[in-house]
């Protein structure tokens, strides 16, 4: 009955898809699962120590000048130094610390950091000693759930950490950490729910299976943005550094920590920017499919081994723009930053999502050939139309705003404009008095002459 009703859906090749990938995870033995667990676990640790050289180098031509160049040929040694160093360095626990909310909040952070990568496909099926398994951890009907699961997770450990440092200055930080991912998960969960509906399947490796013959950062490209900058905000990089502003709160949530642990919160950020990076790959960039050139002049691209290739080049691209924004934007003000979260990325991807799930519900209507034209030309018009005022809107609302700001600064400079007499003024007298004052002086008093009398 449940094979008849999904055989006569419109989604059911998807659906079937789904099934046969997630039932075929239950046949590989578990040396594969071994051997695919270190791969991720060398993948991500590899990753994190070239995102940081590759972040320095690129800041550092940003900047115009060398960037790390000691360590190994051409300093790409230099982050391996530096976990090194960290990793035996002396470990200083403050006295007034809650020592086991201390120690757990750095493996709250780093461990869902790295479970959320498991359901994230590398590539196709492929055979690996006589068996033929995907090139994926795991698969789950709702994989992507997973991955927002973990991600909520990591805020607990940036959260206690501040909190058991016994420290003001932490606190604030986590508490800001705890405000900013929030507001950025709303967001950023909107932007897949757009994913959702327009691939009809949750599982990751469904979803890039639906994007086989087009990715879905063309019909999906404003999720696509604000999913970009959500991302930006929750992983807590510039310019929405907020929880770690050092000018502000001396060092944000782990001021307090030193050695391996301050290590475990620096690996932990990498992570979280590569899972993410990841993630965009696989819902709106094709994830492991090869791009539009190379799939077709060569049909072997999106078999064996080399999606692989595209996969990392695709997350290689993202992290560059993560860098990108931190050699070139100042960070925000923390009001700017929620204002930017809940009151212009959320209401954009609502407005989105009721847009999308109307056209997803007209397609499958007969009367969809009447509705068309208005979907394709008229909706997207009045939404460029409505785009425009509200940036012409702002826009004004900001010179109005400068320009009173302007105003309130030259009164306070030069004073009232209006003109005021001081409080010391004098008057001056009119010929008339100034004639008689004279008058009056010239006469003889009567004292004198009967003073020369006498």
């Known amino acids: 009955m449940t094979h008849a009703l999904l055989a006569n859906a419109p989604f059911a090749a998807v659906v079937d898809t789904n099934t046969q990938n997630v039932a075929g995870f239950g046949d590989t033995p578990f040396w594969m699962y071994l051997i695919k667990v270190l791969g991720v676990f060398v993948f991500l640790v590899v990753m994190t120590l070239f995102s940081i050289v590759f972040e320095r180098k690129v800041v550092g031509r940003m900047q115009n000048r060398i960037g790390p160049n000691r360590v190994g040929p051409w ?82 450990g940036i959260v206690l950490s501040g909190w058991a440092s016994g420290s003001t200055y932490p606190l604030l930080g986590g508490l800001r950490s705890a405000a900013q991912m929030i507001s950025y998960e709303v967001a950023m969960g909107l932007s897949i729910a757009s994913v959702f509906i327009w691939s009809e399947t949750m599982s990751t490796s469904g979803i890039v299976a639906a994007q086989d013959r087009r990715w879905l950062v063309g019909p999906l490209i404003v999720p696509f943005a604000v999913y970009c900058i959500a991302i930006v905000g929750e992983t807590n990089r510039a310019p929405f550094d907020l929880p770690e502003a050092e000018s502000e709160l001396v060092g944000g949530f782990h001021t307090e920590y030193s050695s391996f642990k301050f290590a475990m919160f620096f690996l932990a950020e990498y992570i979280n920017m590569v899972t993410v990076s990841a993630l965009a790959t696989t819902l709106f960039l094709g994830g492991w499919h090869a791009p539009w050139p ?19 080049i695709k997350v290689v691209a993202i992290i560059f723009v993560f860098v990108w924004l931190r050699g070139t934007l100042p960070r925000m003000r923390y009001d700017q930053f929620m204002h930017l979260g809940w009151k212009v990325l959320i209401p954009i991807n609502l407005v989105w999502i009721m847009l999308l799930a109307t056209v997803h519900v007209l397609q499958k209507s007969e009367h969809w050939k009447g509705w068309e034209p208005w979907v394709y030309i008229v909706l997207p018009t009045l939404l460029v139309l409505a785009l425009i005022w509200a940036i012409t809107r702002d826009a004004a609302g900001r010179r109005k705003a400068v320009r009173l700001a302007e105003e309130e600064e030259t009164e306070l400079r030069l004073g009232q404009t209006f003109p005021t007499p001081p409080l010391n003024l004098v008057v001056p007298k009119s010929p008339k008095e100034m004639a008689a004052s004279r008058a009056r002086a010239s006469l003889p008093r009567s004292g004198s002459s009967s003073k020369g009398v006498r």
């Open 294 to 312: 190379i799939h077709e002049l060569w049909h072997g691209a999106n078999s064996g081994w080399w999606p692989i290739i595209w996969f990392v």
């Open 75 to 156: 300093g790409i040694l230099q982050s391996l130094a530096d976990g090194v160093k960290l990793a035996f360095k002396e470990e200083i626990i403050p006295l007034l610390a809650d020592k086991p909310v201390y120690f757990l909040a750095p493996i709250l952070s780093a461990v869902p950091a790295f479970v959320a990568f498991a359901v994230i496909p590398f590539g196709p099926q492929v055979s690996i000693a006589g068996h033929h398994t995907m090139l994926q951890l795991t698969d789950l009907p709702v994989g992507v759930l997973l991955v927002f699961a973990c991600s909520s997770l990591g805020v607990y």
